[in-house]
């Protein structure tokens, strides 16, 4: 009865679509194939997740395909082929076999991405990670060449950059990713698997560097260009943060946005625009097709020109996931419309998806790769939804014939169509991306549904006058109208942040608890049931209902979650420290109070730690000394999470990796205090004394220290005694406001290690 029920409901499924978009299956299919082996290798999922994650997408792609239609299921084993392929790579052993040595080695190696600046940028001094290509690696320097092949993540010395193509000879030690230890935490391993990369190679001595040679000359002159470009760009602007706002929507350059920055255009929805996207490439497609039209090009010519003008400026820009995958929807519709055949969007989608997983197969697990797909699938599928609920609002216009309409009615009529499509595309980006934001970031954001509308505007303004502009500097020698792009230029970029930090406060951002990742599918399910209206069988007010229902049950539970969330003290301790962390979470009404912040990595943790629990700040930061393994990870911290109060030992002007952060904390407005110093005969104390916070600490030998910590909750006060020793661990003993006590040991260890102990308070 109920498996006949179950095929009755499968029945509903339109596979008409299936004969008008054929790449739809065979895209599945390919994905369910890359999937099977992709999910625990790569991603940490177990063998069952994985295959239950494949076989319901091949039964979904099974379903929706007609009996007519099978040949798409050869995609299956070609996606089991190809990812397999790329997962253990047999072409890169002799690297493999090397690093897993933990020798040092001398590699031979060809940078393949554009992570570079020339010297006409001086002042924006680009990150020092490359992909490269290897050729050969060695064990000694003079020794013979094994040839391999594969990519790597190339660290060069400080102060050291070289161009696209370049073939370098470097020495130094293959090192694993940083992996995610925390719940929540950004997986740098995970993201660089994406991009077929499984090693790090930490290069100390570049021994040769040559010239780009054959066909990659091509995209090196392509680079010079947008370098040229990019000072054109900035010339006659503030050479600060408007600058390289701009510079990075225009031209993907996003190495020098302040991290600060950073953190408040994620917490508003608005980081995508830093990311050369299917917007940017879709405005400057329109671009093209305007200047085209003018110069009187053949209607023909103009759609078979625009892939190549377009592949020139995604090339340029970097070739993200999202532009590719926009670059190539934008190309076959440009062709379809050179040979005067129909082509839906749908199709295009998928076609792009199959022709950047069968070359890039893991992107699959990238989020970039999945965030730009489910959004475009979800506006795709919604458009035609929202803007017939536009002309409903509109009928009563178009009952008027258009020549007896007044020019205020036409002009009247226009603003509401074009006001309610850009309205009623914000709406379906934001129901798509609210479930990814959740999972991955731990953000509500329902400011973005107007600030993402207001946004695209700027966009469309700021890449019409940064093209203008750059084409004045080339063309014209007056200075003024190049000075007044420049002010509009910063004007914009002023008025962006200027959103971009409202959009990231409440009432518009809110932080709160992940929800399950089996609960964000659901949500995408009943998402895309509501969008498509289920072979149209659903009525008007039923696709209303599960248009509501979708968003509050995926709030609801992560609403419910923060709830019954429950008081804990964590552990952390990074690998290139002697002295742990602890993070205190004792009370809803307050955030977190951290303890030390411990190295770079151990800072980013804490800082995941804190936005999986809930919160974007900490009530109080206490550093028990100003050496560096004790507060190195402060600048990480501040910059993800803004702390309320950081409190500091008196000597802390003497260490200068903690000056720009506090100084980054004194401008977001947080507090910044001072231990209160105490000799007596025996030892000597340092005290902190505040309403809801106590802290004393004690030095009784070198190497060791006592940290007591006094927290008020709605229960009561609460005492957290922690003793350290530097060679010998440390322990932590919790007493609740009963008195009761409880301990915890803390062995010694250089490993990153993170340890969450839930606490009870009455």
Known sequence: MIAGKIKQAFRRFDTSIIRVCPCVPAALW????????????????????????????????????????????????????????????????????????????????????????????????????????????SSDTNGPWRRSAGRVHLQLPDRQAVAYGSRIVASGYFELPQSALVPGEFDYRRFLRGRSIKWVFRADQILRVEKPAGWRRLPGMLYRLREQAATRLIRHMDQDQPASLLLAMTL??????????????????????????????????????AIEKICRVPFRWRYWLLPLFLGGYTLMTGASTSAMRAWIMISLWSVAKACLIPLLPLNAVAAAAILILLFRPLQIIDLGFQFSFIIVTILITGWHAGMEAVSALREKELWIPRRSRSRCQRLSSLAVKYAGALLTGSLIAWLGSMGILLYTQGLFIPGALLINAMVALLAWAALFVSFLKIGLEIISPWLWPNEFCGFLLSRC??????????????????????????????????????????????????????????????LGVSAWRQTQMRPALAVFWGDRTETPVLALDADRRLPPVIVNAADYWTGHRIAAWVRSRGYNETDAIVLTG????????????????????????????????????????????????????RETFQTTQYLLRQPALRVRMERPAPGREKVEITRETTAGLIRIAYVHDQTRGGQVTFTDHRGQPRQWQIPFSRQPQWREENIRIY
Request: charged letters at 15%; zero cysteines.
């Open 30 to 137: 390919l994905i369910a194939g890359i999937l099977l082996p992709t999910l625990p290798v790569a991603a940490g999922f177990s063998w069952p997740a994985a295959g239950l994650a494949a076989f319901l997408t091949a039964a979904f792609a099974a379903v929706m395909t007609p009996g007519e239609y099978r040949l798409p299921t050869l995609f299956l084993p070609l996606g089991l082929l190809i990812s397999s392929l790329h997962l253990y790579a047999p072409w890169s052993r002799p690297a493999t076999e090397l690093a897993r040595a933990n020798r040092r080695t001398t590699i031979q190696a060809v940078v393949v991405d554009a992570a570079y600046t020339a010297d006409e940028v001086e002042w924006l001094t680009g990150k020092r990670g490359y992909s490269a290509g290897i050729q050969a690696v």
């Open 252 to 289: 993907g350059y996003r190495q020098e946005i302040a991290p600060t920055t950073r953190r408040t255009f994620v917490n508003s929805g608005l980081i995508h625009l830093f990311a050369i996207s299917g917007l940017h490439v879709g405005i400057i497609a329109v671009f093209i097709l």
């Open 493 to 554: 970029m002023g008025l962006l942040q200027w959103l971009a930090t409202i959009g990231s406060e409440r009432p518009f951002s809110f932080p709160m608890v992940r929800p399950w990742l089996s609960l964000v599918v659901i949500y995408y399910l009943l998402l895309l049931l509501t969008l498509t209206g289920w072979r149209h069988r659903l009525a008007g007010r039923q696709r209303i209902m599960l248009g509501v229902m979708a968003p509050l049950l995926l």
């Open 626 to 677: 100003r050496r560096w393994e004790q507060s190195a990870g402060l600048g990480r911290l501040i910059e993800e999470t803004r702390a309320r109060t950081l409190v500091a030992p008196d000597d802390w002007q003497r260490a200068r990796h903690l000056q720009v952060p506090i100084a980054t904390l004194l401008r977001q407005g947080g507090k910044l205090r001072v231990f209160e110093l």
